[in-house]
């Protein structure tokens, strides 16, 4: 049984720096653990994912040198440390895992068997 939780979504101001946790209980595949959001009246969007078995990571166009995707596997936490956050960047995240089709695509949504249930992040000007 996988469950996936995600933590520390906030208000904050632009310029700051928030960290977001996703606890991934029962998760053991080596596989894909990623990052999603979405915002009022748009698609789903993948920010970046992180290849359990070798650690690889990849980042969207949009997010990449300002998020950062972890892992901690001790802790059974994935993690997304966002930094010079903006207005754009307000949505509610998600954390997803297990990609079971198209890995050449690890941020589409589409195959990912399990979702968190979301944590909203507010960014002020």
């Known amino acids: 049984q996988v469950t996936l939780v995600e933590f520390g979504g906030d208000s904050v101001q632009a310029g700051g720096t928030l960290t977001l946790s996703c606890t991934t209980s029962g998760y053991t595949y080596e596989n894909f653990l990623a990052w999603f959001r979405q915002a009022p009246g748009k698609e789903r969007e993948g920010l970046a994912a992180i290849y359990t078995g070798g650690g690889s990571t990849y980042y969207s166009d949009s997010v990449k040198g300002r998020f950062t995707i972890s892992r901690d596997r001790a802790k059974n936490t994935l993690y997304l440390r966002m930094d010079r956050l903006g207005p754009l960047d307000t949505a509610m995240y998600y954390c997803?895992?297990?990609?079971?089709?198209?890995?050449?695509?690890?941020?589409?949504?589409?195959?990912?068997?399990?979702w968190g249930q979301g944590t909203q992040v507010t960014v002020s000007s």
């Open positions: 997803a895992g297990y990609k079971s089709s198209g890995w050449s695509r690890p941020l589409s949504a589409a195959g990912y068997k399990y």
